[in-house]
């Protein structure tokens, strides 16, 4: 396969953590970062090994030696950015959520269609072994027709990322666009299946200001009638993750699974007893790109595509609302 050259628009601490190395582990190289600061381009690319540096999107997008973008900046940005990556004809791997709201989100994949490149969401929990397992094990019948789920992705957002995501709702701040949204991607993802409706109720418990939600819990209900509960949280630091399917032949018992990390099990039980699914742990971020760098090799599509970030930010849009306006909410198409 051809070598796929990245150029990383933010400076940001995911790309440093995991995303550079996954882009490097699945074969791709690093070219250039981009960061508002010239000097903060200057001393990330030396951190972390990065040939060029850049202070302006243009200057980055419109580099011929570079063939997809990766766009980690805070929310609000992420919309203009990757407009001008599509209009230079870089493929673009975007975080989540794509956008503060809909309507841009629809733009941006819209324009990616027009420009004939590939997008995708970097909604990195269906690349887990975990979701994967279930997702197979409720599309081979193995527990019968589900019929409820629940998300405990309750976590204790670490100091460093104390930032804007609690303080800034101009950014996008909020641990409903920040978590609720991947717990909707990884329901539509096992369930295959699409919400409708949510109902939710938010918490501010202190460690967001100026009226950000540090914690909520809700409901989704799918097309299928399956209802799935999630419980999100920036705040509890001892609280365990996991994601479980119950479903009218057996239940799916996934444990320590809604996390960064390769890690976690799943037991399914039913009238036979309980067994632990075979799992293959992988990096979840390295998997996403490399089925990025297939997708633009044209076999197939990204894990998580562009319609899947708007899809998934849809129902976290919707939680928003109905936490607001105390009503289940309709979840927009
Ligand atoms: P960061 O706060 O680390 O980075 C966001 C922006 O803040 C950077 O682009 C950078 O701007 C600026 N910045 C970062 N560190 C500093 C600093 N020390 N001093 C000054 N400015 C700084 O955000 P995250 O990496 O946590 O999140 C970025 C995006 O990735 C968000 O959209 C988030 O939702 C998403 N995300 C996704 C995850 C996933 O698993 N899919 C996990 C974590 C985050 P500049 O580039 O201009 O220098």
Same mark, same amino acid.
Not at 20 to 33: L, T
Not at 190 to 198: A, F, G, K, Q, R
Not at 308 to 318: E, P, Q, R, T, W
């Given at each position: 396969?051809?070598?796929?050259?990245?150029?990383?628009?933010?400076?940001?601490?995911?790309?440093?953590?995991?995303?550079?190395?996954?882009?490097?582990?699945?074969?791709? @190289?690093?070219?250039?970062?981009?960061?508002?600061?010239?000097?903060?381009?200057?001393?990330?690319?030396?951190?972390?090994?990065?040939?060029?540096?850049?202070?302006? %999107?243009?200057?980055?997008?419109?580099?011929?030696?570079?063939?997809?973008?990766?766009?980690?900046?805070?929310?609000?940005?992420?919309?203009?950015?990757?407009?001008?990556?599509?209009?230079?004809?870089?493929?673009?791997?975007? @975080?989540? &959520?794509?956008?503060?709201?809909?309507?841009?989100?629809?733009?941006?994949?819209?324009?990616?269609?027009?420009?004939?490149?590939?997008?995708?969401?970097?909604?990195?929990?269906?690349?887990?072994?975990?979701?994967?397992?279930?997702?197979?094990?409720?599309?081979?019948?193995?527990?019968?027709?589900?019929?409820?789920?629940?998300?405990?992705?309750?976590?204790?957002?670490? &100091?460093?990322?104390?930032?804007?995501?609690?303080?800034? &709702?101009?950014?996008?701040?909020?641990?409903?666009?920040?978590?609720?949204?991947?717990?909707?991607?990884?329901?539509?993802?096992?369930?295959?299946?699409?919400?409708?409706?949510?109902?939710?109720? %938010?918490?501010?418990?202190?460690?967001?200001?100026?009226?950000?939600?540090?914690?909520?819990?809700?409901?989704?209900?799918?097309?299928?009638?399956?209802?799935?509960?999630?419980?999100?949280?920036?705040?509890?630091?001892?609280? @365990?993750?996991?994601?479980?399917?119950?479903?009218?032949?057996?239940?799916?018992?996934?444990?320590?699974?809604?996390?960064?990390? &390769?890690?976690? @099990?799943?037991?399914?039980?039913?009238?036979?007893?309980?067994?632990?699914?075979?799992?293959?742990?992988?990096?979840?971020?390295?998997?996403? %790109?490399?089925?990025?760098?297939?997708?633009?090799?044209?076999?197939?599509?990204?894990?998580?595509?562009?319609?899947?970030?708007?899809?998934?930010?849809?129902?976290?849009?919707?939680?928003?609302?109905?936490?607001?306006?105390?009503?289940?909410?309709?979840?927009?198409?």
């Amino acid at each position: 396969m051809t070598l796929v050259r990245w150029g990383l628009i933010g400076a940001s601490t995911i790309a440093k953590e995991w995303m550079i190395g996954a882009i490097r582990d699945a074969g791709g @190289e690093v070219a250039s970062v981009m960061s508002s600061d010239a000097a903060r381009a200057k001393d990330y690319a030396a951190a972390n090994g990065i040939a060029k540096h850049v202070s302006d %999107v243009q200057a980055l997008v419109s580099d011929p030696d570079i063939d997809a973008v990766y766009i980690s900046t805070t929310n609000e940005l992420h919309r203009d950015q990757l407009m001008a990556a599509a209009d230079a004809g870089k493929h673009v791997l975007c @975080e989540k &959520p794509l956008a503060l709201d809909l309507y841009d989100a629809h733009a941006m994949v819209a324009a990616c269609h027009e420009h004939g490149i590939v997008m995708g969401t970097n909604h990195h929990l269906r690349n887990a072994a975990t979701h994967r397992a279930m997702r197979e094990a409720i599309l081979s019948g193995k527990i019968g027709k589900p019929l409820f789920a629940r998300v405990f992705h309750a976590v204790f957002l670490p &100091p460093h990322l104390q930032g804007w995501r609690i303080k800034t &709702p101009s950014a996008g701040a909020g641990v409903i666009m920040d978590i609720t949204v991947h717990d909707a991607d990884t329901l539509r993802f096992v369930l295959n299946d699409e919400p409708t409706h949510v109902s939710a109720m %938010v918490q501010k418990a202190g460690m967001g200001e100026g009226g950000v939600e540090d914690g909520v819990m809700g409901v989704m209900r799918f097309k299928s009638g399956v209802l799935a509960q999630f419980h999100d949280a920036f705040t509890t630091r001892y609280a @365990e993750t996991g994601f479980e399917v119950h479903g009218t032949e057996g239940s799916l018992i996934g444990r320590d699974c809604m996390t960064q990390q &390769p890690k976690g @099990e799943v037991i399914l039980r039913n009238a036979q007893g309980e067994e632990s699914l075979n799992l293959h742990h992988e990096n979840l971020y390295a998997r996403g %790109v490399r089925l990025f760098h297939d997708a633009i090799a044209g076999g197939g599509q990204p894990s998580a595509t562009g319609e899947d970030g708007v899809k998934s930010m849809a129902a976290a849009l919707a939680a928003m609302e109905a936490a607001k306006s105390g009503r289940e909410t309709e979840v927009a198409a």
